[in-house]
């Protein structure tokens, strides 16, 4: 579905539900509008507002040059060119906030446009003074799609919230609204004619979930630590794919916790990697014991990836059980992949006190859990669907279509092409993975849009190379494919 249809269909519902509660001819309308697709959503339902004969006043909460989407865009200059229906004031700080006060307060409806689902974090000014405004109004208030400074998936206040008499929602209910309905109000589900394809396949509003928007006033450990335990004698580009691709996810740190064997290898392939070389050949779990550092690293609540090039020699697979132990003990979240998968045979049961993902393609799904998924979409669901259930895990079953299983939810990823039936493509997609969970992201969410940007990334690669790339060529790749989906952030 197009975009701008949608925010179309969005923001005319919304104007259709203020005008079957009240005569919206001649009644004072404020929407205070971000500069999200929430705000874009405001900017349609102020233009049928005023349609309907309402005197509408926007006010936008930052500059026209902040708007982030080209369908905001389009809706903002429309709304300029009703400068006889529309009035627009412009607001860049609280203080100007208090300027337009007598607006909101004593305004017949007030709109609640500022952000939606893209809220991380606690609700910051101007937009916390504008909540606190929009709740001394008289009038009926009304919120679009989740009332602003309420997480939409757990229903926790983020530092202040809007109190609405109804919440028009888009789709369908957000987890968080249920039982908050002293901030929601009455909930009203717009159908605003996504297909119901979207349900089951990943796409553009997977990635908004998890990408996390940079603030002026953070650092890099507000973004997350992912720590690459692999490599071997026998492999070194493996745990270097993953950890660039975490970094390029967004996480504010990766390390490569390597053998001595492989980290002068791995640490010359990109000088933005921090590399800790082990005291032995091997991932020995001796050595992974002794180093202090890496309990320095674990105490950060870091994400790892575990995995990738480690080899399969008797010592690594004792590194392996080890970490598996550590993880479970302090409650990291892991990624397995590659070699990784293969020591995970017999030792299962470990799964199921870790939140886990796991990235095994059709050969390695078979030497773990012994029979060959079936060449069939529904058949392949069924299958992830029920070894993501028996071990309490996220799977990622890679092929031409990707299945993504939690044991309760899936989704099926269709981007990519046969260039990237190449090594190390995988494991760039463990290190998205886990660059997402690093974030904030849930396991299951960070695995749909990571499976998603990897193809994105492959499809961009694709089109400049034909099917002749590498798995570094993915990888670079990487920040364009996540630039595409940025605006879909509220």
């Not at 998205?432 to 940007?453: K, P, S």
């Amino acid at each position: 579905m197009p975009r701008e249809l949608l925010m179309e269909n969005a923001g005319r519902a919304v104007a259709e539900a203020v005008a079957r509660r009240i005569k919206v001819e001649g009644k004072n309308v404020v929407v205070l509008a971000g500069t999200g697709n929430k705000g874009g959503d405001g900017f349609v339902a102020s233009r049928h507002l005023a349609i309907k004969g309402a005197k509408v006043t926007v006010i936008l909460l930052g500059t026209e040059d902040d708007i982030v989407t080209k369908e905001a865009k389009m809706n903002w200059r429309a709304l300029k060119a009703m400068d006889l229906s529309v009035e627009i004031k412009r607001i860049r700080d609280s203080a100007e906030l208090r300027e337009v006060e007598r607006f909101i307060v004593e305004a017949d409806v007030v709109i609640d446009a500022l952000i939606g689902t893209g809220l991380r974090g606690e609700l910051r000014e101007p937009f916390k003074t504008a909540v606190q405004l929009m709740n001394r109004s008289r009038g009926l208030k009304v919120a679009i799609d989740v009332p602003t400074g309420l997480n939409p998936d757990t229903g926790e206040v983020l530092g202040g919230a809007f109190r609405a008499d109804v919440t028009v929602t888009m789709h369908r209910a957000k987890k968080g609204m249920a039982g908050r309905e002293d901030y929601t109000g009455e909930v009203e589900v717009a159908d605003i004619g996504i297909p119901p394809e979207a349900e089951l396949y990943a796409g553009p509003g997977d990635v908004s979930m998890v990408i996390k928007p940079r603030r002026p006033d953070t650092h890099k450990y507000d973004y997350g630590v992912v720590v690459v335990i692999g490599g071997s004698p026998l492999y070194a580009g493996a745990p270097a794919l993953a950890a660039m691709a975490a970094l390029k996810a967004g996480c504010g740190l990766a390390v490569v916790v390597a053998p001595r064997s492989a980290a002068p290898y791995i640490k010359s392939y990109s000088p933005d990697l921090i590399v800790l070389p082990l005291k032995s050949d091997w991932l020995s779990r001796e050595a992974l014991e002794g180093e202090g550092e890496l309990e320095r690293l674990f105490s950060r609540k870091c994400v790892v990836v575990l995995g990738p090039g480690m080899g399969l020699s008797d010592e690594s697979r004792r590194g392996f059980e080890y970490v598996l132990d550590k993880a479970a003990e302090l409650g990291l979240r892991v990624v397995i992949d590659a070699d990784g998968l293969k020591a995970l045979k017999g030792l299962e049961g470990r799964l199921k006190n870790l939140d886990s993902a796991l990235t095994p393609h059709r050969g390695e799904f078979k030497a773990l859990f012994g029979y060959e998924p079936p060449l069939s979409l529904s058949g392949a669901v069924e299958a992830a669907l029920r070894e993501a259930s028996r071990l309490r895990c996220t799977l990622v079953l890679k092929g031409h279509l990707t299945v993504v299983a939690d044991g309760l939810r899936v989704k099926i990823n269709r981007e990519g092409n046969p260039g990237m039936a190449v090594g190390g493509v995988g494991d760039v997609l463990s290190g998205l993975i886990a660059g997402f969970m690093a974030q904030g992201a849930r396991t299951f969410e960070a695995c749909v849009a990571a499976t998603f940007i990897n193809g994105r990334a492959g499809n961009l690669t694709a089109s400049e190379k034909g099917y002749h790339f590498t798995a570094s060529d993915v990888l670079d790749k990487v920040p364009a494919a996540l630039r595409e989906y940025e605006y879909w952030l509220s």
